[in-house]
């Protein structure tokens, strides 16, 4: 039984209590008036915005339309204006990396019409860093799954489960990186569409029946698997490693650390990634010309083995040609054209 001591601090409690809920309830009612007026300013903000813009392309049009009859006078009033708006547009550029924006047609069609911006540049690198860490304890299960069912066990269903999980994986990433580059990530658009592409390969794969073909490419698929998480466990370790060295060097908002803002130091790492990342794109040439030689074998009658032929070797393309081409940018800007000599 409660005692009258007992009583009576909690009634001194709830008295406590009860101030303490008086000046949570006005924070709250002063938060709530702020966020309503937050609301209101960003719409005046988003509105004004396309407004400018809007007046601006309008007086580039003007001055296009008139460039013939425009005098030596008038033509150097146009050319500061011109260069005031570029000025303009890059200010607009930053004033949108902090405002909501339209979240396009395919997050509104998945998600309906939310905003998914991240208004702070802390919000944009940790949404980053979690997609990385995602990306890695995902390709720890893929592994795990391929060496069971390359050394372990050898049951369809296994197998199934596999490309079930490889299909929700590449759906997933696919979301994830939209609303990266929804916030500003400048991801190549070839690693979006591969993922498009993976998708359907993991559906293909997943509704591919057992049968004699199916088991003569089910090794060298679960070897591929296997070696693809080993690489992209090295492609964890490096853009995590560039992430953070960014986040020092006070770039925590840009959401891009293997195209842009390439410094010298990454490219220690990413020439001892190059050669992984290259025998994997001959191992998917590998997989085409296997899945080519299986769609003519005796015992073939299922589409899936052309179409996964077809989807291996668009893989590979696309993968060798865009590495070559980040490889061939970022050589250039280690080696910077030196201006020309002027002098005789």
Known sequence: MMSNRQVTDCIDEWKSLEKEYSVLDADFEKYRQQLDDLYVLQERCVKMINHQKKRYQHLLDTFKENSGIING???KAVNEIEAQMNKRQNNFKQMEDNLPRDSG??????????????????????????YEKFKFICTIIMF??????????????????????????????????????????????WWVFHHYISCVLSGVLLIWPDGPVYQLFRNQ????????????????????????????????GNMDITVEGFQTWMWRGLTFLLPFLFFGHFFQLY????????????????WQVPASALIFLALFFGNFSTTVLVVLQKVRNLNPKKPADKTN
């Open 287 to 302: 997989n085409a010309y296997t899945l080519y030689t299986l769609s003519y074998h005796d015992d073939c009658v299922e």
């Open 144 to 189: 795990v799954f391929s060496f069971t069912n390359l050394f372990l066990v050898e049951f369809r269903f296994s197998d199934a489960l596999y490309h079930f999980v490889l299909l929700w994986y590449y759906c997933t990433v696919t979301l994830r990186e939209t609303i990266l580059r929804h916030n500003g990530s400048r991801i190549k658009g």
């Open 221 to 252: 698929f679960m070897t591929f698997s296997l070696y693809l998480s080993l690489v992209q466990v090295l492609q964890y370790y490096y853009q995590r490693g560039c992430l953070y060295r960014l986040r020092a060097l006070g770039e925590k």
């Open 105 to 130: 047609k395919l997050l509104t069609a998945i998600l309906g019409p939310m905003s998914v911006s991240l208004l702070k540049k802390q919000d944009r690198f940790k949404y980053k860093d979690e």
């Open 73 to 75: 006078e008038e033509k």
